[in-house]
């Protein structure tokens, strides 16, 4: 009798302990929120750009756990970093449709966002749902949409950075035909294996895997974040930054794994 006791007992234990983490990944650790400040270090890069900022968001995915506060904290944060680009790398809304209300709104926070130079944005899988739409907001933004084109940026220097943004591996070996310092942004971390003759890549989709055990990492694979799904990987002479993104994709919940923006400062040594 005693020894059923107990396994009540545990199992309750079990069932509160289960209740308590279904509770955190659904409703709080998709609505926290932080800063990453990541150095990258490259001898490759011109040293007049020591010191250059890059703050990077990525999958919003506006409408499932993210809402207008989340627009109002992207915004705040993102101009406190003071950077000289900022990118965003895809998926803006969760769904096929949108309202004139949504696109007014999503409009109205982007275009609060501040950089010196540029605001770079790519196309995600969902995004290619309203496209239009999406090209819409972008531009009344003041965002250029880099698909499957190039941009170069001059800062400080006669040399150039040569931003690059891919939306799919269609005819893009002509981009990377160049002596410059290539900086690409993608959404599908995976589409790095057919790029070539690039330094950094930038990437979001896989939100960190959505589900993280410590000590393990991101557990959630899905096309195109089957292969690279972590923070940092470093392909021979190619350095791979996934954020870690700040909505949720297909299910409404984030564990041990918190919504971020990253700001990234580039050093030649």
Known sequence: MEKKHIGIKILAILIIIIFI??????????????????????????????????????????????????????????NNLNADIVIFTGDLFDYKKITNEEKELTTKYLKKINAKLYKFAIIGDYDNLYLSDYSEILTKANFTLLNNTSKLVYYNSSIPLNFIGLTNNENINELYENDYYN???????????????????????????????????????????????????????????????????????????????????????
Request: hydrophobic share 35%; proline share 4%.
């Open 21 to 78: 983490i279904y509770l955190y990944g659904r409703y709080i650790n998709p609505i926290s929120f932080k800063v990453n400040e990541i150095p990258i270090y490259d001898q490759k890069l011109n040293p007049d750009y020591n010191g250059f900022k890059i703050a990077q968001f990525s999958d919003i995915h506006y409408g499932r756990t993210t809402n207008e506060e989340t627009l109002k904290k992207i915004v705040k944060e993102l």
């Open 183 to 269: 900086i690409t942004l993608i959404h599908e971390p995976d589409l790095i294996k057919n790029i070539k003759n690039t330094q950094i890549v930038f990437a979001g989709h896989s939100l960190g895997g959505q589900f993280k055990i410590p000590f393990v990492g991101g557990i959630r694979k899905i096309e195109g974040a089957s292969t690279y799904i972590d923070n940092y990987y470093k392909i021979k002479d190619t350095q791979l930054f996934i954020s870690n993104g700040i909505g949720t994709q297909d299910i409404s919940m984030r564990l041990f794994n918190t919504p971020s923006i990253t700001l990234y400062r580039l050093y030649n040594n």
